[in-house]
């Protein structure tokens, strides 16, 4: 096993090369201790601790015991004694006497001396005897030595090709293993062997001793060997909380702490033969198909059966799990249970009787509820599907659990809780591990407690990890939440439950993360079909000779006379059976269903459902009138709750629009939250800097000027029956915490889940999860979300990277077909939505943005909603909108056609310009201008995926003799223009309309320059649409304001060109 390489450098400086008490009373030969009237003189190099302000504060001691021996403690006493007598220079110190009660399992020094090889007593008065003091400090520092770094030099790998492993020696330990350890961990330590049978006091800070307070040095170091260096490997020494550190000393030190009942044995075996039956099974069935299978890591299966149910036993009824490729279909025959014959008809191809697409059969989740026999209580398993996308499943894994446990009020994660498993490669070098780690000690994101289970089969495909990461461990991210971790050798069942146990009672305990590294080896290629020899020729020898660990265990309880050869073989034969019981009834099967692979199943939201019945939208005025007017009230006790001046300011402002039936982004976001948490869906905003809003318009939050922590959310508090409100700060991560809420999202559908990006621009931070799980996570493993996707996007001269939120990227992956208009029908809004696999959005009112966010609950399936959202709009005057526009009867207006001048007098316009979001406010402003609102209608498209075709149709026919055009801010490569321009086409296919006549000479073709009309120089050509906007450009936009406006100017004036 790969360990640091610096492992045989490692020291412990103190004591190295001298003892302690020595060091501490260093006498250099020359000086002398004087003491003159009432000044003690003394060399800071004969007496260190009398040095800087600590001798002043002994000149003081020394003087009052000049005048009363009395009023000082009785250690100075002895002190100013010993140096007046004239004791030799660091010979003056005496210790103090202990004065306070002895603990447990402590007991005064002086009790060990008649066992301390003939040393002179202690006694009152006497200079202890350095050498005692030197030796117990010695021992001590041996002990810590062992927890701290002991599982440097643990035996892990069964393969034994590990650097750090130690090299047999019968030198001076009495027979003790351990050379390693003697470099590594005792190699400041200078007994000899007449040492070994001294008693040494055990300090509180280890459990090797059980009952015993005192052991021989040979015990010792025994015990913490077998605790620290046999099998088992643990960090936890850099936790900083002593109750945790002895809590795990207490679990893993005291000896034989790892020994099993019979029973306990006979379970284990009967585990790993399913687990090793179970691949062998598929091995034989279907040799060239690709598994992942578990071979070598055959433990992987009765240690995650270990911790359920331990945990089971703790209380907890539901576990959700995140897992990559190795091992999974053995996770789920054998841990969830899932009908073994429902995972065979996975291999023999079959096509699928219900909607999607679907995943390749070791991505695909489950749901199960069962009993658990051991425990003999109720549990639900769910496995996550997840994309190839290596721990990409862990944050989603995480939402979904939290969500559980919220939805459960399970507040403290007593009965929920996650088990991510993780391959030793991926675990380290994927950075989202470590964006997902920093989730777990969040008060909104904490799931207390993830039990992480390393299937450490020392490679990542064909890379060893010499080359794959620069951490000692493939553990080492787990170290920055203080999570105990356990490595084990994988070729010790029992080891491997042992810990396993305590992990589970680690987790239950503190709800904090723990990390078990099974190290483990990888028996075939990186698949069925890979060839590892190519590049791990030595490691694939040592492989090819070292025996199954069913075969070992088995061979060992046989030895141990817990089982017969007989009761082996009769275990493995009737797991064969059922096996081959299986594969005949899938054999049966014609079809496979998607369905049954879902991992969130929420009963009951569909039944009875009309699919295609959309509810209103729109909400009773006194509804907005109430929720406007709490959301501007300052806190209810605010004559003591102090909030920030300008925080005043916009409430006014906010109560004043309210009283004017008017509304602005964050009142239009506010009265879409409020009004669903009254109908009882839970909200939950979560994203960076959410909680005031980066741009500062939101202030769902607010904080007392004076106290600390006094907030005051007035969602939170707008009918008492209403349902919970979340507003949550993130982690500064995309990729986690945007997994983290599509977790969230799936669990729960009636709850509004949303995840605001601070700039759009950063969502291609989290692009796996938004290309893996969202975009296409329905049609992968028939699995819904309705989450929201807030992404403030505009041009607005903020340069390159505060821009532009890609709106193409969203519309390129939407699943419509750009060459199928669908047929009209009262329900054609629905059906399209129903068929998407997104919503994309660009609103340009608040009232837009109001019923857009309600109608993501108000649809009877969830789609995810990407909205791009405004920044300069959140405060523009004109981007308002009144209540008559969200009242009862309103709804959500895919399109707003014009409604100026220019839609009374359709058939003389000659532009009609299309466009989506901010740039219409700059459009209606230049056209005003220029005098232009009877010649050019503009048409809004406020939801621009799945494309309006209706809504767009019906306007473009409205005006027929008008040249159409589309208008954008972004470049043309970027925005919506490659999104709409095929969809305009199809639907203005056969459309032709009269315009003049093109032609003239073929300069002026070249040229673009048209004749000047005549008489019929008219002519009927197909309809089409042209394109308004920034040239195409490889940065989303220019760091020059004078640039961008010049761009901007540029194309309003191409806007304004008839
Ligand atoms: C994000 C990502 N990058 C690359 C891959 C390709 N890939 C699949 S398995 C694998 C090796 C994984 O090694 P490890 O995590 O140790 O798991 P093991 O296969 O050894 O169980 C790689 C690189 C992937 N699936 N996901
Ligand atoms: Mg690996």
Known sequence: MHRARVVFNISNKVGNTERFASWLLNKPQTAAVTVKAN????????????????????????????????????????????????????????????????????????ALVPASGGMPSISAGSPINEKIIDDHLAVQAIIRSYQSRGHLVARLDPLGISTGDPVES????????????????????RFDEADMDRVFKLPST????????????????YRLEQAYCNNIGIEFMFINSLEQCNWIRQRMEPPDVTKMSNDQKRLILARLTRSAGFENFLAKKWSSEKRFGLEGC?????????????????????????????????????????????????????EAEDDGSGDVKYHLGTYIERLNRVTNKNIRLAVCANPSHLEAVDPVVQGKTRAEQFYRGDNEGKKVMSILLHGDAAFAGQGVVFETMHLSDLPAYT???????????????????????????????????????????????????????????WRATFHKDVVIDIVSYRRNGHNEVDEPMFTQPLMYQKIRNTKPVLEKYAAQLIAEGVVTAEEVKDVSDKYVKICEDAYNQAKQETHIKYKDWLDSPWSGFFEGKDPLKVSPTGVVEETLVHIGKRFSAPPPNAAEFEIHKGLLRILKSRMEMVENRTIDWALAEAMAFGSLLKEGIHVRLSGEDVERGTFSHRHHVLHHQKVDKATYCALAHLYPDQAPYTVCNSSLSEYGVLGFEVGYSVTNPNALVLWEAQFGDFNNVAQCIIDQFISSGQAKWV????????????????????????????????????????????DYEVRQLHDCNWIVANCSTPASLFHILRRQIALPFRKPLIIMTPKSLLRHPECRSSFDDMREGTSFR???????????????????????????????????????ENDIAICRLEQISPFPYDLIKAEAAKYSNAQLVWSQEEHKNMGSWTYVEPRFRTLLQNQRTIRPKSGGSWLGQLFGRAPPPTGDDTETVPRTISYNGRATAASPATGSKAAHNKELKSLLNEFCAL
């Open 39 to 110: 000044r003690l003189k003394s060399s800071t190099a004969a007496e260190p601790f009398l040095n800087g302000s600590s001798s002043a504060y002994v000149e003081t001691m020394y003087n009052s015991w000049l005048s009363d021996p009395n009023s000082v403690h009785a250690s100075w006493d002895a002190f100013f004694r010993n140096a007046t007598a004239g004791a030799a220079p660091g010979a003056a110190y005496t210790s103090p006497p202990n004065l306070a009660p002895y603990n447990k399992n402590e007991m005064p020094l002086s």
């Open 206 to 221: 280890t459990f090797i001793g059980e009952k015993e307070k005192a052991l021989p040095l040979r015990e010792i170091l």
């Open 783 to 826: 699995r819904q979300s309705g989450i929201v996707l807030l992404q403030p996007h505009g041009m607005e001269g903020m340069g390159p990277e505060h821009s532009s939120a890609r709106l193409e990227r969203f519309l390129q992956m939407s699943s419509d077909d750009p060459d199928y208009m669908p047929p009209e029908s009262n």
């Open 298 to 350: 055959e433990i992987l299966i009765p240690a995650m059966k270990q911790v359920i149910d331990m945990s089971t036993k703790l209380g907890v009824e539901s576990i959700i799990m995140g897992m990559p490729h190795r091992g999974r279909l053995n996770v789920l025959a054998n841990v969830c249970r899932k009908p073994l014959h429902q995972l065979f008809t996975q291999f023999a191809g079959l």
């Open 447 to 505: 799931t207390h407690g993830t039990i992480h289970i390393v299937a450490n089969n020392q490679i990542g495909f064909t890379t060893d990890p010499r080359h794959s990461r620069s951490s000692a461990y493939c553990t080492d991210v787990a170290r920055v939440v203080n999570a105990p971790i356990f490595h084990v050798n994988g070729d010790n069942p029992e080891a491997v439950m042992h810990v396993c146990n305590v992990a589970a009672e």
């Open 894 to 932: 895919r399109v707003i056609p014009e409604e100026g001048p220019a839609s009374k007098n359709a058939s003389g316009v000659k532009k009609l310009a299309f466009c989506t979001g901010r740039v219409y406010y700059d459009m209606i402003k230049e056209r005003r201008e220029k005098g232009l």
């Open 170 to 189: 019968t030198e001076w330990h009495g027979g003790l293993r351990g050379f390693a350890s003697e470099a590594v961990v005792r190699q400041h330590v």
